[in-house]
């Protein structure tokens, strides 16, 4: 007997057991009394159809005992859009789960279809920062918060949602400075308040957010790569082709850079904001940034690998191949020889050319 078998709420449904393969099966999962019962009756009901509270009650009951089932997911959701329950009990439902297990993806996309449905992102940064405050880098949260700007153009920075909604929260941010310890609003303060009052977020807040996770840790690859996708990602603006956007972005991977040289992060999001505003061969001014880090081209001291790595393209666009062919073996075989095949390869293509 059990819980399900002992419900008259159920008595009309046959429960559908596991298969594993016959009765005697060669490898039987191990599942707990109370997860087969469940599943068995969860079978029964998929395979009739059924729409029902009792079923989307059951669904709530394995999603607890089994977070990461995809199926349960699917079904749940289904229910939810064929039955008129209040999508902000199951927005609410739905935070203590993913509270509970942040590295759940299946409670994403289950979150997504619902705010969709839903037609408001009100709330939801502030429930991303909340979850980032548990785990800075958590590539499920970042997604959708993503996917949030996008649906619901939250780069959008004229009329209301422009620069003066956050001239709003002054006093609240100076009372935040406290508590971050003078770096700016914390994050658990921005969680809590839910960031500047309005509805719809701005580009601007969107930056000010990504320079705030950067200062906390400056190899937060998340946040550089949500900072490049809010800076190029708008359809309707022209991103980095922006002379004031471009020096902007370039000065502040090049402050980071500075910060922790060896750091790979700012120096890829400096060569994507080069690359997407004057194409591959923009690198070449990054040159006397480069040589801050390097010392004799590579005989001296070499504070950045990832400068010389730079260096090295940048000689080879410049014709100087001797130069680039040396740092390329100084990469292999001094700085970062864990990816000494990769150097090498890179010092081969410069074979056959001839030196400026």
């Given at each position: 007997m059990g819980q399900y078998t002992d419900d008259p709420k159920w008595a009309d449904v046959t429960p559908f057991p596991q298969d594993d393969g016959g009765p005697n099966p060669l490898a039987a999962i191990s599942y707990t009394e109370g997860?087969?019962?469940a599943m068995?009756?969860?079978?029964?009901?998929?395979?009739?159809?059924?729409?029902?509270?009792?079923?989307?009650?059951?669904?709530?009951?394995?999603?607890?005992?089994?977070?990461?089932?995809?199926t349960v997911w699917l079904y749940r959701l289904r229910i939810i859009t064929s039955l008129?329950?209040?999508?902000?009990?199951?927005?609410?439902?739905?935070?203590?789960?993913?509270?509970?297990?942040q590295k759940n993806y299946q409670i994403w996309?289950?979150?997504?279809h619902l705010v969709d449905r839903i037609g408001s992102p009100i709330g939801e940064i502030a429930f991303v920062n909340r979850m980032l405050k548990g785990d800075a880098k958590n590539y499920h949260v970042w997604s959708y918060r993503q996917w949030l700007v996008r649906r619901f153009g939250l780069w959008d920075v004229e009329g209301e949602n422009g620069r003066g909604d956050l001239d709003d929260d002054d006093e609240d941010d100076d009372e935040d400075d406290e508590e971050g310890q003078g770096e700016g609003p914390s994050l658990a303060s921005r969680a809590d308040h839910g960031g500047p009052p309005a509805e719809i977020r701005t580009r601007t807040t969107e930056l000010e957010e990504t320079a705030l996770y950067i200062a906390q840790d400056v190899r937060n690859n998340s946040?550089?790569?949500?900072?490049?996708?809010?800076?190029?990602?708008?359809?309707a603006a022209q991103g980095v082709k922006d002379p004031a956007v471009y020096d902007r972005e370039v000065a502040f991977a090049k402050e980071a850079i500075r910060k922790a040289p060896q750091n790979q992060s700012p120096w890829s999001y400096l060569k994507g904001i080069v690359d997407r505003a004057k194409g591959r061969e923009g690198v070449v001014e990054l040159k006397a940034?480069?040589?801050?880090?390097?010392?004799?081209?590579?005989?001296?001291?070499?504070?950045?690998s990832h400068a010389l790595d730079l260096l090295a393209e940048i000689w080879g666009r410049e014709r100087r191949v001797a130069e680039a062919k040396r740092a390329y073996q100084l990469l292999a075989e001094r700085y970062d020889p864990i990816r000494?095949?990769?150097?090498?390869?890179?010092?081969?293509?410069?074979?056959?050319?001839?030196a400026a």
């Open positions: 997860y087969a019962e068995s009756y969860l079978r029964a009901v998929m395979a009739a159809n059924e729409m029902s509270e009792r079923a989307l009650e059951l669904t709530e009951e394995i999603i607890g005992m089994n977070p990461a089932h995809y008129p329950v209040a999508l902000a009990q199951e927005i609410a439902w739905l935070n203590a789960i993913a509270l509970r297990h996309h289950h979150r997504q946040a550089w790569n949500h900072r490049f996708f809010i800076v190029n990602g708008d359809p940034f480069c040589e801050e880090f390097v010392e004799g081209q590579g005989e001296g001291k070499v504070r950045s000494g095949n990769y150097w090498n390869y890179l010092r081969g293509r410069l074979e056959g050319q001839s």
